[in-house]
């Protein structure tokens, strides 16, 4: 077979394609993709694709106030008739709306961009929340892979020494079996986090707006809590008062019912008639004639009730609506708050000496049974209890910021300058 130069030019194009593909996860640098809370918070503002169509109905209701002309336009209608009486007619007609339609249909535009605005508000403070609790989800995975990849190099240790008593006849096959177990498990915790991180990545990056492909690693720190004189001083009314006054999903229901108050007056001004002022000019054969005309419809069957009654009919609505988001409120908020009071009280049980004591007890064990003093299964039940409960504590670290940030979007203002 006959290899000709466009075959060579061929393979070599395929090879710096395999090439450049096996580089694009390269792309970003640890440094690039190591990510504080306030960047990734300030990302997903800037980037998230949902959040950017929100600012774009913003500028829609922006360009629907400028579009309401101060006057509409006239009409102009000509008519001409031959013969021996030739004549033309020439109308020039414009209506005026009555009851301060005009008024109504600016209020209503100055509305629907207020609540567009508190649209955007809330879209930012739910992102704002989706990003905290995924942030700290990401960080909690990473705590427990450190600590699980821990686990394994003291496991392949024990292994080793395991293999050298038994090659040395001190101990059994069952023994250097059960190192093996131990080994293989803790090999299989780190896959499984693994797996869970990859996906705890593509969360984050999916909120961030950024490429999903990216190994986002956060940088942040676990143990770091709010203050505790700013949370000590922190009361369920309190918070609750916070959040009805401060949700922008709250106000933007209020909003509504603003709009649907414009719509009510609206379609009350538009039952009343518009006049219809115009100049005529008539031209025949033998003289020429002007005139004005005046038109105004009279409503006789038409009188509006249908949109007077859908306004009134809507006003009842948002009043329902209203009543049930503020109490969805405070129901959010007091769960948040118990979840977080919970959660601060569970924290202390692992902050005393517990877990200090408990990773001295291992240490201890681990030096016994490399000195021959101990047995493999005491070493393992002693591990299995840290672990246990290092996992525990991580979790229980992994939901106090989790119920932090569900609080502070349900407040919707940063407990930080909560009075």
Not at 162 to 176: F, H, K, N, P, W
Not at 186 to 203: I, M, S
Not at 283 to 290: I, K, V
Request: net charge neutral; aromatic share 4%.
């Amino acid at each position: 077979m006959k290899t000709t130069f466009n075959d060579i030019f061929i393979i070599v194009g395929i090879c710096l394609s395999i090439l450049s593909m096996t580089q694009i996860p390269a792309a970003f640098s640890n440094e690039e993709r190591k990510i504080l809370l306030e960047v990734a918070i300030e990302t997903a503002l800037r980037e998230n694709p949902e959040l950017n169509a929100v600012r774009e109905q913003v500028k829609v209701a922006r360009a629907r106030i400028d579009g309401i002309a101060l006057l509409g336009n006239p009409a102009l209608e000509t008519k001409f008739l031959g013969g021996s009486h030739a004549e033309q007619t020439l109308e020039l007609t414009k209506t005026f709306q009555l009851g301060g339609q005009r008024g109504h249909r600016k209020q209503i535009a100055k509305t629907q961009l207020e609540k567009v605005n508190a649209e955007l508000t809330e879209a930012s403070r739910s992102l704002t929340q989706s990003v905290k609790i995924a942030f700290y989800e990401l960080l909690l995975i990473q705590e427990k892979l450190k600590l699980t990849r821990e686990i394994v190099a003291h496991n392949e240790q024990m292994h080793d020494i395991a293999q050298t008593r038994l090659e040395a006849g001190d101990i059994s096959v069952t023994q250097i079996n059960l190192a093996n177990i131990q080994l293989q498990s803790a090999l299989r915790e780190v896959a499984t986090l693994e797996h869970k991180l990859q996906l705890a990545q593509l969360t984050l990056n999916g909120l961030m707006g950024t490429p999903l492909v990216t190994a986002r690693i956060a940088v942040g720190d676990l143990h770091k809590k709010i203050s505790p004189d700013a949370s000590q001083n922190w009361t369920l009314e309190t918070l609750k008062t916070q959040g009805l006054a401060h949700r922008a999903d709250l106000k933007s229901l209020r909003l509504n019912a603003q709009l649907t108050e414009s719509e009510l007056r609206l379609a009350k001004a538009s039952n009343i008639p518009g006049l219809g002022v115009g100049a005529i000019a008539e031209r025949s054969t033998h003289e020429n004639a002007f005139g004005v005309k005046f038109s105004i419809p009279l409503p006789l069957f038409d009188r509006n009730r249908a949109e007077i009654n859908a306004a009134k009919a809507q006003q009842r609505v948002d009043t329902v609506e209203i009543g049930t988001r503020e109490r969805k409120i405070e129901r959010e908020v007091i769960a948040a708050f118990i979840s977080l009071r919970t959660a601060q009280e569970t924290l202390k049980f692992y902050e005393g000496d517990s877990l200090k004591l408990l990773n001295e007890n291992l240490e201890l064990t681990r030096t016994a049974y490399e000195l021959g003093e101990a047995e493999l299964l005491e070493v393992i039940l002693m591990q299995n209890e840290f672990i246990k409960t290092r996992f525990a504590y991580l979790d229980v670290l992994g939901a106090y910021h989790k119920a932090l940030a569900e609080l502070e979007a349900a407040v919707g203002i940063s407990l930080e300058s909560a009075p």
